[in-house]
C-alpha cells in the first residue's frame, strides 16, 4: 500500500502549477485533496477531475484558514498533510519595488505559510501527527535578483519550517521545506522567463527548466510515510541550480564524457 493511502491532504494555491501537480501526483496514491485557492473556476475543475475538494481560500485569512480545516474535518474526518504552496512573485529591483508590493509578497509567502501552520496544529495532533510541506524556492537558498520581497520571503519560509520542525516534532507532525528552481509554470511563463528544451536554462547543472510534476515527485515523497524519519530538511528540486557556478562550463556534447567507466 503506498504511504500516501487515504491521506487527507491540504494543497494551497492548487488550482494549477506545482500545487495541481502536487494534488494530482497525491490523488493517484489515494490520497483525499483538499484544493484551496483564490481561483474558484480553476481550483474547482482541478478538485472535480481528481475526485476531491475544493475550498475557496485566500491564505492570508486567518479566518479562511478556519473554514478550510473545518470543511476538510467535516468531510474526511482528520487532516494528515498540508502543502503551502500558493505564492507570487515579484520582479524589480529593490530601488524600483513599491513598499505595498513587498508588504503583500511577504503577506502572501510568508504569513500565509505561518496560518496554515497554526491552523492544522490542532487537526493533525489529533490524528496522531502529520506531514507538512513549505513551499520555498531557490531564491530561498541563495540571492537572486529582481526577488526582494520574494527572495525574503522564501528565506523566511526555509526558517519558519525549521522552527516548526523542532516545535512539532514531539507531536509527530513532520516539516519540510521544497525549493524549487525555474519550473515551468503560469508564474514564470506570464513573464516570459522559462522556455521549456534541453540547454535552456544554462544557469543551472542541468541547463533546463523544471516541469511541475518533478517538483510533486519530492512533495509526494515528503508528504507520505516513505519519508517518516525526515524532518526540518530543505529539499532542492532545481536542475542543480543553487549547487555552484555553472556560467563557465562548456555543454557536453552526447559524446562528450563518454567512458568505459561503470
Ligand atoms: N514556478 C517556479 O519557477 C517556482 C520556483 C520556485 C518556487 N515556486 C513556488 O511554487 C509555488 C507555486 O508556484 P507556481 O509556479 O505553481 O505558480 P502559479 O502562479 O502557477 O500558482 C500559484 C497558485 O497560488 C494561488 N494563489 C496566489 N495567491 C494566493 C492567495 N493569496 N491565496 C490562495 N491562493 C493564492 C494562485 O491563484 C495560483 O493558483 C509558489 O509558492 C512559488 O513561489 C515556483
Known amino acids: ?51 476531491g475538494l475544493f475550498v475557496p481560500h485566500d491564505v492570508t485569512s486567518e479566518a479562511g484558514w478556519a473554514s478550510v480545516v473545518d470543511t476538510a474535518t467535516r468531510t474526511y474526518g482528520r487532516i494528515d498533510g498540508l502543502v503551502n504552496n500558493a505564492g507570487i512573485s515579484s520582479n524589480q529591483l529593490i530601488e524600483d519595488e513599491s513598499l505595498e508590493h513587498f508588504e503583500r509578497v511577504l503577506k502572501v509567502n510568508l504569513t500565509g505559510v505561518f496560518l496554515g501552520l497554526k491552523a492544522v496544529v490542532g487537526p493533525m495532533r489529533a490524528a496522531g501527527g502529520g506531514s507538512i510541506v513549505n513551499i520555498s524556492s531557490a531564491a530561498g537558498l541563495t540571492a537572486l535578483p529582481f526577488t526582494s ?31 524549487p528552481g525555474m ?13 521549456l528544451g534541453e540547454g535552456m536554462f544554462p544557469l543551472s547543472a542541468l541547463g533546463r527548466v523544471g516541469v511541475p510534476e518533478e517538483i510533486a515527485e519530492a512533495i509526494s515523497f515528503l508528504i507520505s510515510d516513505d519519508s517518516s524519519y525526515v524532518t526540518g530538511a530543505e529539499l532542492a528540486v532545481d536542475g542543480g541550480w543553487t549547487a555552484g557556478e555553472v556560467v563557465m562550463m562548456p555543454r557536453a556534447t552526447p559524446d562528450a564524457g563518454a567512458s568505459d567507466a561503470p
Open 183 to 195: 519550473t515551468y509554470t503560469p508564474m514564470t511563463t506570464k513573464n516570459d522567463v522559462a522556455h
Open 1 to 51: 500500500m503506498s504511504g500516501l493511502q487515504d491521506k487527507v491532504v491540504i494543497v494551497t494555491g492548487g488550482a494549477r502549477g506545482i500545487g495541481a501537480a502536487a494534488a494530482t501526483r497525491m490523488a493517484r496514491d489515494g490520497a483525499k485533496v483538499v484544493i484551496t485557492d483564490v481561483l474558484e473556476e480553476d481550483g474547482r475543475g482541478t478538485a472535480e477531475s481528481l475526485g
Open 149 to 179: 520581497g520574494y527572495g525574503a520571503s522564501k528565506w523566511g519560509v526555509r526558517g519558519l519550517t525549521k522552527i516548526a520542525s523542532v516545535e512539532l516534532g514531539r507531536h509527530r507532525i513532520r516539516v519540510n521545506s521544497v525549493h
